[in-house]
C-alpha cells in the first residue's frame, strides 16, 4: 500500500502533454494539465502557486505583459450526476425540494414527501402520479418558471429518477422529459421553445443530455409527462399494480456570463491572490520583474474519474517571459479490494 503524501513542486506544476514544459508562454491558447495519474489516487488541491516574471511587468497591470490576454483555469470534475464537465464556467441550478416540486402546475401529479431516501437515510421528495388520475393513462408536471441567473446559455441537463422497468430490469418508454426555454417579447410577453430531452428508457436511463449547440434564453421551465404503466407480474390483469416513475431532480448546467476563472489582466490576478503575495520589481533575475501569487481553492480529484486542473493563457504581450502555475497537493490511495 503506497503511504499518503504531499506532492513536491516539480511533481504539481501544472505541464502542456505534448511537450511537458511548465512555461504557459511557450504554447500560448493550449492547456497545461494535472490529475491523478493512476485510478487509486485521491488528490485534494488547497492553493494555485503562480509564479510571472517579465520585462516591466508590474508598469502593465492591464493585460499579462502588455495590453489584452486572458488566463483561464479550468476545473475537469466529477459533478456528482454521472458527468465528468469543465465546471469552471457552470452553474447548476436544480429542482429538488418538495417546495421546488409544489410550485410546478400539477395535472394528475403529486409531491410524495417520501418517494426516496438520501444515502444518509433522510427522506427524499419526489414528484410522481396520483395514483387516483391512473384511469387518465398519463399525467403531467410543469415547473414554475426560472430566470438564468449569472447566464444565457444551456448547456446540458442532468436528472435523477426512480424509473419504471420491466422484469429483466430494462428501463421502460414510461416518461417524457421536455425542456422549455422562453424568450421576452413585445410587451414583456413570453415565448416559449419546447427542447426534447428523454423518452426513451435508455435515454431517461442515461441520467443526462448535452445541448450542441447550447440553448440560449432567459428563462427556462420543465415539463414532465408520466405514464401509468403496469409494474411487476400478476396472476390477474385487474390485480397488476399501476404506477408511473418518480423523478427526485431535474437540473440544467448553464454557462457563467463572467466566470471567476477567467482572468483579464495582472491587475484582476493580484486582485484575486491571497494577501500574502509578493511582488518584485527585477526581482526575478536581477532584471525582470517577479510576482508570485497564491489563489485559494478547495478541490479534491479522483483518479479513477480522470478529474483534472487545467490552465492556458491567450494573448499575452511580450513582455511576460514566464508563468508557470503549481497547484498545491495532497494525495492518498483507495484500498484496493
Same mark, same amino acid.
Given at each position: 500500500?503506497?503511504?499518503?503524501?504531499?506532492?513536491?513542486?516539480?511533481?504539481?506544476?501544472?505541464?502542456?502533454?505534448?511537450?511537458?514544459?511548465?512555461?504557459?508562454?511557450?504554447?500560448?491558447?493550449?492547456?497545461?494539465?494535472?490529475?491523478?495519474?493512476?485510478?487509486?489516487?485521491?488528490?485534494?488541491?488547497?492553493?494555485?502557486?503562480?509564479?510571472?516574471?517579465?520585462?516591466?511587468?508590474?508598469?502593465?497591470?492591464?493585460?499579462?505583459?502588455?495590453?489584452?490576454?486572458?488566463?483561464?483555469?479550468?476545473?475537469?470534475?466529477?459533478?456528482?450526476?454521472?458527468?465528468?464537465?469543465?465546471?469552471?464556467?457552470?452553474?447548476?441550478? =436544480?429542482?429538488?425540494? *418538495?417546495?421546488? %416540486?409544489?410550485?410546478?402546475?400539477? #395535472?394528475? &401529479?403529486?409531491?410524495? $414527501?417520501? /418517494? !426516496?431516501?438520501?444515502?444518509?437515510?433522510?427522506?427524499?421528495?419526489?414528484?410522481?402520479?396520483?395514483?387516483?388520475?391512473?384511469?387518465?393513462?398519463?399525467?403531467?408536471?410543469?415547473?414554475?418558471?426560472q430566470a438564468?441567473?449569472?447566464?444565457?446559455?444551456?448547456?446540458?441537463?442532468?436528472?435523477?429518477?426512480?424509473?419504471?422497468?420491466?422484469?429483466?430490469?430494462?428501463?421502460?418508454?414510461?416518461?417524457r422529459l421536455?425542456?422549455?426555454?422562453?424568450?421576452? =417579447?413585445?410587451?414583456? *410577453?413570453?415565448? %416559449?421553445?419546447?427542447?426534447?430531452? #428523454?423518452? &426513451?428508457?435508455?435515454? $431517461?436511463? /442515461? !441520467?443526462?443530455?448535452?445541448?450542441?449547440?447550447?440553448?440560449?434564453?432567459?428563462?427556462?421551465?420543465?415539463?414532465?409527462?408520466?405514464?401509468?404503466?403496469?409494474?411487476?407480474?400478476?396472476?390477474?390483469?385487474?390485480?397488476?399494480?399501476?404506477?408511473?416513475?418518480?423523478?427526485?431532480?431535474?437540473?440544467?448546467?448553464?454557462?457563467?456570463?463572467?466566470?471567476w476563472w477567467?482572468?483579464?489582466?495582472?491587475?484582476?490576478?493580484?486582485?484575486?491572490?491571497?494577501?500574502?503575495?509578493?511582488?518584485?520589481?527585477?526581482?526575478?533575475?536581477?532584471?525582470?520583474?517577479?510576482?508570485?501569487?497564491? $489563489?485559494?481553492? !478547495?478541490?479534491?480529484?479522483?483518479?479513477?474519474?480522470?478529474?483534472?486542473?487545467?490552465?492556458?493563457?491567450?494573448?499575452?504581450?511580450?513582455?511576460?517571459?514566464?508563468?508557470?502555475?503549481?497547484?498545491?497537493?495532497?494525495?492518498?490511495?483507495?484500498?484496493?479490494?
Amino acid at each position: 500500500m503506497f503511504q499518503n503524501r504531499s506532492l513536491g513542486r516539480e511533481e504539481s506544476l501544472l505541464r502542456h502533454g505534448p511537450t511537458a514544459s511548465a512555461n504557459l508562454v511557450e504554447h500560448p491558447g493550449e492547456w497545461y494539465e494535472i490529475g491523478p495519474a493512476f485510478a487509486d489516487e485521491h488528490w485534494k488541491v488547497t492553493t494555485l502557486n503562480l509564479t510571472l516574471a517579465g520585462e516591466g511587468l508590474l508598469q502593465q497591470l492591464q493585460g499579462f505583459g502588455g495590453p489584452g490576454g486572458v488566463l483561464e483555469i479550468a476545473l475537469i470534475l466529477a459533478d456528482g450526476l454521472g458527468g465528468v464537465r469543465d465546471l469552471a464556467p457552470l452553474v447548476f441550478h =436544480g429542482i429538488t425540494s *418538495a417546495q421546488e %416540486w409544489g410550485a410546478g402546475s400539477h #395535472a394528475g &401529479t403529486l409531491v410524495d $414527501l417520501q /418517494a !426516496g431516501s438520501y444515502g444518509d437515510g433522510r427522506p427524499r421528495a419526489g414528484v410522481r402520479g396520483d395514483l387516483r388520475q391512473a384511469a387518465s393513462g398519463m399525467v403531467t408536471w410543469t415547473s414554475a418558471p426560472q430566470a438564468l441567473r449569472y447566464g444565457r446559455q444551456i448547456e446540458a441537463v442532468s436528472w435523477e429518477a426512480d424509473l419504471l422497468r420491466d422484469a429483466s430490469g430494462q428501463p421502460l418508454d414510461s416518461a417524457r422529459l421536455i425542456l422549455q426555454t422562453g424568450v421576452f =417579447g413585445p410587451g414583456g *410577453a413570453i415565448s %416559449w421553445t419546447d427542447h426534447p430531452v #428523454a423518452a &426513451t428508457g435508455p435515454a $431517461l436511463a /442515461a !441520467g443526462q443530455s448535452a445541448f450542441t449547440p447550447a440553448l440560449t434564453a432567459s428563462l427556462l421551465r420543465w415539463r414532465l409527462e408520466l405514464d401509468f404503466l403496469p409494474v411487476g407480474q400478476a396472476a390477474y390483469a385487474e390485480e397488476a399494480v399501476l404506477r408511473t416513475s418518480t423523478f427526485f431532480l431535474l437540473g440544467t448546467w448553464i454557462r457563467l456570463a463572467s466566470p471567476w476563472w477567467t482572468i483579464t489582466s495582472l491587475a484582476d490576478l493580484i486582485h484575486r491572490g491571497e494577501a500574502d503575495r509578493e511582488l518584485r520589481p527585477q526581482g526575478w533575475d536581477g532584471h525582470l520583474d517577479a510576482c508570485l501569487l497564491r $489563489l485559494p481553492l !478547495g478541490l479534491e480529484l479522483t483518479g479513477r474519474l480522470k478529474e483534472k486542473v487545467g490552465a492556458r493563457l491567450r494573448g499575452a504581450g511580450q513582455a511576460l517571459k514566464l508563468m508557470e502555475i503549481q497547484a498545491v497537493t495532497d494525495v492518498w490511495y483507495e484500498e484496493q479490494g
